[in-house]
């Protein structure tokens, strides 16, 4: 089955829904390096969002002209995203992750066959809410159910602190010490067995 972004929420999500699906595809494909050819789109597609916006106001209080107007505006969405979704389409190269980033839904995912799981992309590390404590995250692999996370010091990896498992993309190392240089990688698990470590990422915490 070709892998491709679906766009049935054009039509069936409220005025409402729709705005926040279309700020979600915005979010995940402003400065996303995987579609360099969207960018014109992209500003746009902000442009016809932010109209629709406004009439969505303007039509709070049911005048016959303003509902008019926002069903207007609406539709001229419809085409942009559908434009959007066909680069999406093309610049994706049949990669199911890398379409995930775009933050569009995909056609009917049960149909995938999900062969051995791709070796994660270098989580990215960030600093907690509490000192000692460091977050992780990591882009999602399609036909994963478990991330195996693994903590040590930069300067000697070899010897592993601390493990976790998340079903989530996302998880946190804490008790950790301020000043030291921790490295994290990551390994995703499914039906199709256990993927390869990931790069390490690196990131002193505070």
């Given at each position: ?122 989580p990215e590390l960030s600093r907690g809410t509490y000192s ?75």
């Amino acid at each position: 089955m070709i892998v491709k972004p679906s766009i049935r929420f054009l039509t069936r999500r409220t005025d409402t829904d729709l705005v926040l699906d279309i700020k979600k595809i915005l979010a995940g494909m402003t400065g996303n390096a995987a579609y360099p050819k969207a960018v014109a789109l992209l500003l746009l597609i902000k442009a016809a969002l932010a109209e629709f916006e406004r009439a969505l106001v303007e039509a709070s209080d049911f005048a016959r002209g303003a509902i008019s107007l926002k069903v207007q505006k609406r539709r001229a969405l419809y085409p942009l995203v559908r434009s959007l979704a066909l680069d999406v389409t093309e610049e994706c190269h049949g990669n199911l992750t890398v379409l995930l980033t775009s933050n569009f839904p995909i056609q009917k995912p049960l149909r995938f066959r999900i062969g051995d799981l791709p070796k994660p992309t270098m989580p990215e590390l960030s600093r907690g809410t509490y000192s000692g404590d460091l977050d992780a995250s990591v882009a999602p692999v399609y036909g994963t159910l478990i991330h195996n996370w693994r903590l040590a010091l930069a300067a000697n990896p070899d010897v592993i602190l601390q493990t976790k498992q998340s079903t989530a993309t996302y998880t946190t190392f804490s008790g950790l010490i301020p000043g030291q240089i921790y490295c994290v990688q990551v390994s995703v698990a499914g039906t199709a067995g256990t993927s390869d470590w990931s790069a390490w990422a690196i990131l002193m915490v505070v």
